[in-house]
């Protein structure tokens, strides 16, 4: 399974960038796609998830601000981020949870890196 993440970049504080994952690969089944991130000196944090039933979660500090999205035909998954703040500024992850030959697994992306300048 290989995961392309595209988009991301440099916006001033109040912008907007969207950011995509496409998945690849022999994939039996999808349960959870995420996005991740980690920002220098933490550790790595969820921001949003797409669960089995399609329910979306979000971290606290971006809800009503990010919004996650799937394009199940295509097996990729899309970040959109407005309001964008200064404490967004970190390398993102998308994340697939998923089964490939019968075993379920984690696949994670390369990260893109997002910066958000006051």
């Known amino acids: 399974v290989q995961l392309q993440a595209s988009g991301g970049g440099s916006v001033q504080t109040g912008g907007f960038l969207s950011l995509s994952c496409a998945a690849s690969g022999t994939i039996q089944s999808i349960y959870v796609m995420a996005w991740y991130r980690q920002a220098p000196g933490n550790q790595r944090e969820l921001v949003a998830r797409?669960?089995?039933?399609?329910?979306?979660v979000y971290a606290d500090s971006v809800k009503g601000r990010f919004t996650i999205s799937r394009d199940n035909g295509k097996s990729t998954l899309l970040l959109q981020m407005a309001s964008l703040k200064p404490d967004d500024t970190a390398v993102y992850y998308c994340?697939?949870?998923?089964?490939?030959?019968?075993?379920?697994?984690?696949?994670w992306g390369q990260g893109t890196q997002i910066t958000v300048s006051s």
């Open positions: 797409i669960n089995p039933d399609g329910k979306q």
């Open positions: 994340a697939l949870d998923c089964s490939v030959g019968g075993i379920r697994g984690m696949y």
